[in-house]
């Protein structure tokens, strides 16, 4: 069986089990692994989302958490000031975040390396401190949802969470189809040609510019979408909280840990993390707080230092032992 | 009129004097190594500690425990170094720069945890409450004293990287390592050593710091970001760069503060070096 086989009937086989789950009795419902499983589907999410022009692009964005966040600030906005319903807003806001993004990275692609990194963490902050004192938008004190009926018209249960996890299966498989159409298709190669060498790609007649600035549209609009499911989740919304390097950190860090610029790698990293987070975050509670993330700076500092390639490098290097040792070069 | 025009400039210069010291140790990382420690701001948080723990248990001013923090911050530093930039190094362009975001959350985190989020003060140092009055601009003392160090220490720094062997040795080593390496220059002492100074300067910062601010495990994020900004403003591991970035950072600050909100500075210093930026990629004395 060659590979493409063997990634498609995985690819099924999770999908399966994962629609599968709120069916069964105790599968999803109001429990804490029913929470966490909804949390490790939207980060893996946005960690793809992120993957695309990150990853697959080469340009390093911290500055997610700004698209995340306007999404987030789509859905809540509708939903709070304009007593409409999320499904307007959620659009809405995807695409605003799609249109930021392509205005601030015109410019600023053409920084390179850390000046472009810290380029976006300024950005982050700007926006944040402008969010900060935006009446419209709830300033400070960030937008409370108000008590609505539930259902999927308001996308809001108060306590049974299927709705929620199939809301997160939708995203995933949404972003993660979107990947993997990209992947085996043209645009595929474009933004890979461009992430190993632009000047290269330029001479062959690829239009970096161009390749680039949809890849940052694609993601950052996707983003949005995740962003906006975040406020549903959590039936608010303040800049701290979506708009903040952390927040950026996450997409980022969630990636690296499972594979840059791999299909399975923001999946891989999701799922480590975001249960190390949540389940030592509600069983470590009596040693004080910040352990859980004493622990998430540790494993990244390992993970740094011993496997930069992540999870799926890892995978790689046993799956690739026995094989044609010249494929372990192409390892990230 | 007049006088508060005085007053803002000479806040927004001693800002700016303090944000250089900041800057200065992340700016000789960056330049020797193209690696940006992201864990800066929490070596800033560290030495305060440092400083204030000094100050409290053994009642030793922070005017003199700065030395101190500046021991224990070169120290960090270069554990740092030994235990993750050096493995991290050249494995992707990116590893170091995740490692120390590791550290700072560690750092950030353990200080939450063993020392509460609370905001701490030391009561009875020497400097404060003290104000000295310029042309009818009051001057806070413990910040001028800080500002002056700062002075101080970056012109040592300068001559320390102009002057001397060890100085030449470290700009061969930023120059081309390898060629360095065939000169008989230790490359990995000299990472090790400008990793311990960067560590070094920022402790000093902390540790004076107290005698002003209240330190708190938060402290440090908004002056890490700072430091970045005044890095990449000023240009790639370049003293008088960083100097002259961070007092332009710091008027910003000052006069958007006064003269605007005070809520809106941070979004005009950042915009600022966004602009800055967007004309000069590499920075004002970038090359």
């Avoid at chain 1, 410019?107 to 969010?131: D, Q, S």
């Avoid at chain 2, 700065?66 to 021991?71: D, K, N, P, R, V």
Wanted: with cysteine.
């Amino acid at each position: 069986m060659n590979t493409k086989k063997i990634s498609d009937s995985i690819w099924y086989l999770f999908l399966a089990g994962a629609l599968a789950l709120p069916f069964i009795p105790g599968g999803i419902g109001n429990t804490f692994h029913g929470h966490v499983l909804t949390m490790v589907l939207l980060y893996a999410s946005m960690a793809q989302a992120w993957n695309i022009i990150s990853g697959y692009c080469g340009q390093t964005s911290f500055g997610h958490a700004v698209f995340f966040g306007i999404g987030a600030y789509g859905a809540a906005m509708a939903v709070v000031q304009y007593n409409s319903l999320p499904w307007f807003g959620a659009p809405l806001g995807a695409l605003a975040a799609a249109i930021v993004s392509v205005l601030i990275s015109a410019p600023c692609f053409r920084l390179k390396g850390h000046y472009f990194a810290i380029a976006t963490f300024a950005i982050v902050e700007i926006f944040n401190r402008l969010f900060m004192i935006w009446d419209t938008v709830g300033g400070a004190l960030g937008l409370d949802y108000p008590i609505l009926d539930d259902g999927w018209l308001n996308f809001s249960w108060s306590s049974e969470k299927n709705g929620y996890y199939l809301g997160a299966l939708f995203l995933f498989v949404l972003i993660f189809g979107i990947v993997r159409w990209i992947e085996s298709h043209r645009m595929g190669y474009y933004l890979r040609a461009v992430r190993e060498g632009q000047e290269t790609a330029e001479s062959l007649g690829v239009n970096s510019t161009f390749v680039k600035l949809s890849a940052m549209a694609l993601s950052a609009g996707l983003a949005g979408l995740c962003g906006a499911f975040f406020a549903q989740y959590n039936y608010r919304v303040d800049p701290p909280m979506v708009m903040s390097l952390d927040m950026s950190m996450k997409f980022v860090l969630i990636t690296i840990l499972g594979g840059l610029g791999t299909f399975w790698g923001p999946l891989l990293g999701a799922a480590v993390l975001i249960p190390l987070q949540e389940y030592t975050r509600a069983y470590l509670a009596h040693l004080g707080s910040g352990v859980d993330l004493i622990i998430f700076g540790l494993i990244i500092i390992f993970t740094m230092i011993r496997q930069p390639t992540g999870i799926m490098g890892l995978i790689r290097r046993f799956a690739l032992r026995d094989e044609d040792p010249a494929a372990k070069d192409g390892d990230l | 009129m007049m006088s508060s025009f005085l007053q803002v400039l000479l806040d927004g210069l001693l800002n700016g004097l303090v944000y250089a010291l900041v800057a200065a140790g992340l700016s000789m990382i960056w330049g020797v190594m193209d690696v940006i420690n992201f864990a800066h701001g929490e070596f800033l948080m560290v030495g305060m500690y440092v400083s204030y723990w000094i100050g409290f248990f053994l009642n030793v001013d922070p005017l003199y425990s700065w030395i101190a923090a500046g021991i224990f911050l070169f120290i960090l530093g270069a554990v740092t170094y030994r235990l993750i930039i050096r493995n991290s190094l050249g494995k992707s362009a990116m590893a170091p720069l995740l490692a120390t975001f590791g550290l700072s959350m560690v750092l950030k985190n353990f200080c939450m945890n063993r020392f509460t989020p609370n905001f701490r003060l030391l009561s009875g140092t020497i400097l404060e409450g003290k104000t000295i009055s310029v042309g009818g601009a009051i001057l806070s003392v413990p910040q001028l004293v800080t500002a002056l160090f700062a002075l101080v220490v970056l012109g040592v720094l300068y001559w320390m990287l102009k002057k001397t062997r060890l100085g030449w040795a470290i700009q061969a080593t930023a120059m081309d390592s390898e060629a360095a390496e065939l000169m008989g220059i230790r490359t990995e002492n000299i990472y090790l050593l400008v990793f311990g100074i960067g560590g070094a300067c920022v402790g000093i910062t902390g540790g004076l710091m107290t005698s002003y601010l209240a330190v708190y495990p938060e402290v440090g994020s908004l002056f890490s970001l700072i430091a970045f900004v005044v890095v990449a403003l000023g240009g790639f591991g370049s003293i008088p760069g960083a100097l002259l970035a961070a007092l332009l950072i710091g008027l910003v600050e000052s006069f958007s503060g006064f003269y605007v909100a005070a809520v809106v500075k941070y979004v005009a210093v950042f915009a600022v070096y966004i602009a800055v930026i967007l004309v000069r990629p590499r920075g004002l004395f970038g090359w």
